[in-house]
């Protein structure tokens, strides 16, 4: 088992409507927990972590993280085509100094 | 500020050939990551230094060597390329070992 899984995809999304993203991690140590935006040919951007359980918001992002069931997701809301990316998830296994990533899940925000 | 930087942005090599791949951030981090990227695979840990004087092996280390020159510079070495050695390197640096910023990447094609 992986220590952090996201499904692949692809995820079309309309646009305008909601993407919600999954990650679910393994270790149940983990403390922290980050998403990144990665365009094609490009490098990975933060754009949001989360440290506590329940839900962070940021503008259009929202982060939900759920420690006992061992999950966080990625919810965009009013979903734009320039959202169209790969999402990746990252968690600080253990509270170590390294975080481990996911696969990512690319999304595609269909006019 | 440039934020982090990376040489070169594309390289080839053929089989055998050694080369380094340079990193630079100016933004006074304490942590820095070197990571590949390929395809499906998400970012996997190559070498990582939590601070000036130290590097410590992460997920997939052989093969590769690492020199953290100074607090602002960590350089990755091959000194024998191989074709599984294709991939797209990002660097990476972080205030508090978990924050990442990353680098443009470096795209290695080894023959």
């Known amino acids: 088992q992986k220590e952090v899984e996201q499904n692949s995809g692809p995820l079309s999304v309309p646009e305008g409507a909601i993407a919600s993203l999954n990650c679910t991690y393994s270790?149940?140590?983990?403390?922290?927990f980050f998403w990144y935006r990665q365009y094609s040919g490009k490098s990975p951007e933060l754009i949001m972590f989360?440290?506590?359980?329940g839900d962070k918001e940021d503008g259009r992002f929202t982060a939900q993280l759920n420690k006992a069931s061992q999950y966080v997701s990625l919810l965009i809301r009013d979903s734009q085509p320039s959202d169209s990316a790969t999402y990746l998830c990252?968690?600080?296994?253990?509270?170590?100094?390294?975080?481990?990533f996911g696969g990512g899940t690319r999304v595609l925000v269909k006019p | 500020n440039a934020g982090v930087t990376q040489t070169p942005k594309f390289q080839v090599l053929k089989t055998g050939q050694s080369m380094t791949l340079q990193c630079a951030q100016d933004?006074?981090?304490?942590?820095m990551y070197w990571y590949r990227q390929d395809p499906g695979m998400g970012l996997r840990l190559i070498y990582y230094?939590?601070?000036?004087?130290?590097?410590d092996k992460g997920e997939v280390p052989n093969g590769y060597n690492v020199s953290r020159l100074n607090k602002r510079e960590f350089s990755l070495r091959l000194e024998s390329a191989a074709p599984s050695q294709t991939s797209v390197y990002f660097c990476?640096?972080?205030?508090?070992?978990?924050?990442?910023?990353f680098g443009p990447g470096t795209r290695l094609l080894v023959l």
């Open positions: 270790d149940r140590g983990s403390q922290s």
């Open positions: 230094s939590a601070s000036e004087g130290t590097t």
């Open positions: 989360i440290y506590s359980n």
């Open positions: 990252a968690v600080n296994v253990a509270a170590g100094n390294k975080l481990t």
């Open positions: 933004m006074n981090h304490n942590s």
């Open positions: 990476a640096s972080s205030w508090d070992q978990e924050t990442q910023y």
